[in-house]
């Protein structure tokens, strides 16, 4: 056993490039010999016991180095991260080394066990977990100062002696996966294995939902159709629609969880186990001793916070939201400008001229947006919360509430305070199609072409006429570290958060929202995959097993809707003239109606399991067997206590 | 270490009695000679390895036996049933044999450490879980078959052999805990650790509730009170009485969720490990192999069970649903007779005649919510449901949506169809007047009554003058045996669940239920105590850490109470002179209020942590150090192996 690893972990023959660390230029000798020195120490010698080289190219050393690590080194690193892998039996199981052997394609010479996307996790892990001993500051830093169990990288990052760590991308399997996934036209399903394989299980999650989604919408998007064909605009049709419609969205996003957990079952990130959150990389506070792991580590009162997210951001919030309905006021009056205009001069021009309002008030309101989201980031890290996930609950209620304001608003007050509908569907129509339009154009297709002039350039500069598959390894780091970093999946999901509300919300008046929103969404699929695939740095890998405070976001929309899609049907001409006499019996019939839906849609949402009977039963599988486990541990125990007993 | 237990193992002088098994009269002799021999054969053999005697009485052996334990094999029996226990450094553990030394109180003479009711819970499991090997049936009973893994206790049961099994009351223990519980008249808590040492968590959780809930109200009755004094009937006081109640509903329903995790912490269930669930005494089936254990057992197909909750168990309960509408009216009737009657000659006996009509519809109610919770158990139990836990829900909920409808029925009718508030007052108190002092009578001190009656003929026959504590344990034993069994907290907290639907439901009307409810709940406390100690068998103890459905259902009601409360406050002519322009106006601005008091209620019971922040520190605690362990684990392996590569 011990021959058929021991040269592994020794020989650096086949040194396999996973990770990039970019220290800043001028970094001091000391402090580069210590932080390599660390990384390649062996485990029992407080390291990450990993393989460094630094990367040589035609300039000399530029303070960039490459980490791997060996085979072995990886299978204990998956063990320690807490891997679950496919058993032989097909039962997902923990990865333990002891256990090596019952794992599906394991072999101890079959590198491909674990994906490049795993290997690079590991290696963060790792990284991230390599703390400080005795060292008091980072050697050559004094000002950047250490605690025992403080992470090094961490202090590195923030005292900007490292720049960045990013893992490589593989440009062979990445143009395999871009071909599968965007490099033909075809119907079907995306790559999620594949995609799961190389970006990791929360964006390969994000690009799941995307394509559940956009396929839970076609009936939505069907049905609403020939409303628009046909011009239907009758009242019980519209009540089919709507009521159709509100049933629909609580079915899709119940069934979403079931979706979820098939894919998170066969990745594996249903059965991992949570790890420890250690503190996020910007919290800061006074030493003290942390109650719960006994470690000394910053710690900041709790109270303090209080008073900032209370006595700061909740009036900063405040203040935005009123100050976007001031400027809804405004778009308002612009609106009144440019009927008044149209009604004076009727003209072609002038009739163009009424989408304007609409078109400047949804490029202003992702410019606030935008604005609002940096506004968020800064005031959330300044709340100096301990937790990454506490720290992200804060930022996306900010950005959830200001967003939603900001964009449905002006769409409520047309509704509910001016009653126009006929504006209201023009409203939503400008609404969505342009911000659809600006996403699209803001989030990929920009950094598209300003990546791709950036490479033309880099290319042009170093004179070769080489493709992207021939580059060397030194250009493929040197142009990998220039391109943009993925901040993650928050921004994909808020914007299909907001084009659920512009589907849902007022569903019975614009049934044709669902239409765009389909065919945004077809494009959107490409233009994310392209953006992952060729405009940003690849992203590390983040084993997750559901999409999180997203799908209570969703929910909460989708109940939001029930009350709004009964009033309006409420308000429409139609419905008023089956009740002549009393308006009074018009809206008890509709508050009776909406308490109904949403009755239903609770006890919907309650009846239908959360997971689907073949997860659950596996999920009971294995909980079976760790229970067995342990009583056979009892039961050892006992019977060697009875063996001593008859033996004494 | 070896001296020290062994021969508490083998000696059967210090034999303790814990649990009493009842065989049925003229049961075979070699029937008892095998169940007696796996009872006390050893672990390894398959036994139970516990301690087994023949109660032997005046009149001779009589096919009662005695079970016990030693103090090992009880000690071995805590860590296979979970037991979670305080620790020398105050943190809670789950007990292990190995680890037994860092446990509080913990000594190897000290046989106090484990309480009885959990000597006994354990007993109990262990006999539960004495599996058949390979016998195909009961010895000298064919008809009673058994399989590889199939309880034997169960089957024994079932098949009417075993005619009971229940834990020993402790003479010396019960006067001491009856002594401070009810024994005295005193303001103050319940001794509610005592009462979860002798009578288990889930017991000890329902008095902590139901005391809970008195303390909760006590502020709705101190507010109450005023009203009913003065006659209060303005707008605007019931408006805030009600708004007030209805957040106060929201909040002790949050709190509770703390209390409830401080509480079951200190008792160690917190922490508890889920049991794997075995298939419940009276499920049958064809014998198959479960997917999920890889045992054979009866199978029973789900499509089945689903047939008959739906074509049968559901057209039944609409059934019952629909009589007790009709019982409803002929109660309106008689109400409209009884009024008319009061008309035409105005006497004081007419007067009372007045209430006649709402008793009997109270006795009517109670008499037919009994009837019907027979029928929901023939029915549940019909429906064949594997676990206990499923058949538990069906039946909650079956009898749930009844008793709603059977006791607020008449109420909804009158305060939204009749629109009569005075009536609604007057049906209200009677009602729930009615149906306290019926519960009382009837779960207690009916009971308790000829529970007295019983004891005095038994110690007649025995003709002698002994009090309780000078039993012999073969007269404690068969006056036991023949006392009533304690089928659970489920009536109890229905009771309080329908109370709490008379208080809250229709509290802007009748502010002084909540006074009612309060007087109710403390000789509830009494009445409830005294039937635990002194009319029912002791029940075994079964860990538990919440209230279950209970919780759900109990915020249910609370929603629910939010959208009646505001019905009947527009209602109010008060709230009709506001808006005496536009009926219009007032349902709309009701409907607002509604759902303005729903999502706070909601973004309440979201931002209330469920679990106080100490506990979550500790708990938190645990989980980081079980992860360090694992990472200890891995670590120390991985330094095995550095150690075998140097040395290679």
Redesign the interface.
């Known amino acids: 056993m ?2 058929s690893w ?1 040269f592994l ?2 020989a650096e023959s086949n040194f396999r490039p996973l990770v990039v660390i970019e220290l800043a230029k001028g970094t001091k000798e000391e402090t580069i010999e210590w932080f390599t020195k660390r990384i390649v120490d ?3 010698n407080g390291g990450a016991q990993l393989l460094i080289k630094p990367l040589v190219t035609e300039n000399g050393v530029e303070n960039i180095y490459l980490v791997g690590a060996s085979h ?1 080194r990886l299978l ?1 690193g998956a ?2 991260v807490g891997l679950v892998k496919e058993c032989s039996d097909n039962s997902m199981r923990t990865f333990t ?2 256990s090596r052997k019952t794992f599906k394609h394991f072999a101890d010479d079959n590198h491909d066990f674990l994906t490049m996307a795993e290997c690079q996790y590991i290696i963060k892990h790792e990284l991230e977990n390599l703390r400080a001993k005795d060292e008091k500051m980072i050697p050559g830093y004094p000002q950047a100062k250490l605690y025992p169990g403080k992470s090094i990288v961490r202090r590195l990052l923030t005292s900007g002696i490292l720049v960045q760590i990013f893992p490589l991308h593989d440009r062979e399997e990445l143009k395999k996966l871009s071909h599968s996934w965007y490099g033909r036209v075809k119907i079907g399903y995306q790559p999620l294995d594949d995609i799961r394989c190389y970006f990791g299980e929360t964006i390969a999650l994000y690009f799941g939902f995307l394509e559940y989604f956009t396929f839970a919408l076609i009936p939505m998007a069907v049905i609403g159709i020939p409303y628009y064909v046909f011009a239907w605009e009758d009242y019980d049709k519209y009540v089919i629609f709507a009521t159709f419609n509100l049933l629909w969205s609580t079915v899709i996003l119940e069934v979403w969880k079931r979706m979820c957990a098939i894919l998170t079952y066969r990745w594996g990130t249903l059965l991992m ?1 949570r ?2 959150e250690e503190p996020r990389p910007g919290f800061h506070g006074v030493l003290g001793i942390n ?3 006994g470690r000394e580590e910053p710690m900041y009162s709790s109270i303090k916070r209080q008073l900032r997210i209370y006595l700061v951001s909740l009036p900063f919030v405040c203040l935005c939201l009123y100050f976007s309905l001031y400027v809804m006021m405004i778009y308002f009056d612009l609106e009144q400008w440019a009927l008044d205009y149209h009604k004076e001069n009727e003209s072609n021009f002038s009739s163009l001229m009424l989408y304007v309002p609409s078109i400047i008030y949804a490029v202003v309101i992702e410019i606030m947006n935008l604005i609002y989201r940096y506004a968020a980031e800064f005031l959330t890290s300044w709340e100096n919360h301990r937790l990454e996930s506490s720290y992200q609950n804060h930022l996306i209620l900010k950005v959830l509430v200001f967003n939603f304001l900001n964009c449905f608003a002006s769409l409520f007050y047309i509704a509910f305070v001016m009653f126009d509908m006929k504006l209201l569907r023009q409203s939503l129509a400008t609404l969505l199609i342009t911000s659809q339009i600006l996403n699209q154009f803001a989030e990929s297709l920009l950094p598209y072409w300003l990546q791709k002039r950036y490479n033309r350039r880099m290319k042009k500069r170093m004179c070769s006429k080489k493709t992207d598959m021939d580059l060397s390894l030194a250009e493929q780091v040197n142009m990998e570290k220039e391109m943009g970093t993925y901040l993650g999946t928050f921004d994909d999901y808020l914007e299909l958060f907001l084009q659920f509300g512009y589907v849902s919300l007022f569903s019975c008046v614009y049934p044709l929202a669902a239409v765009f929103a389909v065919l945004n969404n077809i494009t959107e699929i490409y233009s994310d995959a392209l953006k992952m695939c060729r405009v940003y740095k690849r992203p590390f890998a983040e084993p997750t097993a559901n999409i999180g405070v997203w799908q209570l976001a969703f929910e909460t929309m989708s109940v939001i809707s029930v ?1 709004t899609n009964c009033i309006l049907i409420g308000m429409s001409p139609e419905v008023d003239a089956l009740f002549p006499d ?3 019996d018009l ?2 019939t509709v ?1 009776l109606v909406e ?1 109904l839906l949403l009755a239903i849609k609770f006890i919907m949402a309650f009846v239908i399991p959360d997971k689907p009977r073949d997860i659950q ?1 596996k999920l ?2 294995l ?2 067997e760790s ?1 067995e486990a342990l ?1 056979q541990q ?2 050892a ?3 060697q ?2 063996f ?2 008859i033996h ?1």
Do not use: I
């Open positions: 011990v021959e021991s972990d020794t062996k485990k029992a072995l204990l063990e320690a080394y002891s186990k790890q420890f109650p719960v792991t009350v009393s308006k009074m809206v008890l508050a308490h039963m009971a599988k909980e079976f229970l009583k009892v039961r125990f006992q019977m206590l009875n001593l007993l004494h």
